[in-house]
């Protein structure tokens, strides 16, 4: 949550980007803060500004993230699994029939956007 408040800079939109309601986001930040005894944001003027130990937990929380994104690679490769990003750019109207046909490509996961 903290890293989403980071890369957001509204508790609000943190929360969406979690997939859990603003309450539930603000609870979870000052369980953390008070955890850690100081607090990780500071509101004015209705802006969230992230304190020192905030962003450095904020950089923490990216980095431990990363670091696991690369040890689920690592581990996938050993199963012989591969993962990578493909991007196509396709006309605005391949968008609803695209996905179809990646699937159709034996992708184990996939994500859309656009």
């Known amino acids: 949550m903290v890293l989403a408040l980071s890369e957001t800079g509204s508790v609000s939109a943190a929360a969406r980007v979690m997939h859990v309601t603003q309450p539930t986001a603000s609870m979870q930040l000052k369980e953390v803060s008070d955890a850690i005894g100081l607090p990780l944001y500071e509101v004015v003027a209705r802006k969230v500004y992230m304190t020192e130990v905030g962003s450095e937990l904020a950089r923490t929380a990216r980095a431990i993230a990363i670091e696991w994104?690369?040890?689920e690679q690592r581990v996938d490769?050993?199963?012989?699994?591969t993962r990578g990003t493909l991007r196509v750019a396709v006309v605005s109207t391949a968008k609803y029939f695209v996905p179809r046909l990646l699937v159709d490509s034996q992708l184990d996961s996939?994500?859309?956007?656009g």
Not at 110 to 113: H, V
């Open 110 to 113: 996939l994500t859309t956007s």
């Open 69 to 71: 994104d690369e040890f």
């Open 77 to 81: 490769a050993r199963k012989g699994y």
